[in-house]
Each structure stands twice: as C-alpha cells, then as structure tokens.
C-alpha cells in the first residue's frame, strides 16, 4: 500500500506561483512512475506532467514552459512548481503513483486562480 499527500495548494492571482508537493510513503518511490493529474468541476481527470524513474518527464501541451515537475528521491516526494498561472489552471490537483500493476492517488489539493 502506497499513501500519497499533497500540500501546495490554495488561492493564488492570475500569473502568480504555487508549489505542490507531494510526499510517499510505502511502496518502491525509487523506481515508480510519479505523476500530477487535476480536475475542473464537471470536467474528466487529465494528466498534467509526469517524471520517471530515471527522471524523464511528459507535460501537457497547456502547462509546457510554465509548470516544472521534479523529484526528490531521497525525501520519497515529487513537486509540481507552477508558474504564470491562469484561471484554467484552476482544478483539484491529485498525485498519482504508478509502479507495474499498482497504481495509487492522493486526497488532491485544491488549486484556484483568480483573474
């Protein structure tokens, strides 16, 4: 069992920052997948940005250039800092673990952003 809690969230003006942190206990941090979804009110969880276990990354097209996802392997915790935010980028947040067959989420932290 792998237990996920994010911090980081909260209000925050249009082109301001937030760092959401992520920190995992239990499982192999080491060698999962770790990942940053989010979700708007009637709207389906998407994939933000993820990093690999040797540190490669993926983001959605929307965030590239102002979102920077990294991880600290010695800390078991994965950051999300997000730059320039925009009023889209408004959503609930969720960590996601992902190691083979096993696949863990956090609680999510709430991201709003004002214009």
Not at 27 to 45: C, D, L, S
Not at 54 to 67: E, P
Request: glycine content about 12%; some cysteine.
């Amino acid at each position: 069992q792998v237990h996920l809690v994010e911090s980081g969230g909260g209000l925050v003006q249009a082109g301001g920052s937030l760092r959401l942190a992520c920190a995992a206990s239990g499982g192999t941090f080491t060698m999962a997948t770790m990942g940053w979804y989010r979700q708007a009110p009637g709207k389906q969880r998407d994939l933000v940005a993820r990093i690999a276990r040797g540190s490669g990354t993926d983001y959605v097209d929307s965030v590239k250039g102002r979102f920077t996802i990294s991880r600290d392997n010695a800390k078991n915790t994965v950051y999300l800092q997000m730059n320039n935010l925009k009023p889209e980028d408004t959503a609930v947040y969720y960590c996601h673990y992902h190691l083979e067959l096993d696949d863990f989420w956090g609680q999510g932290t709430q991201v709003t952003v004002s214009s």
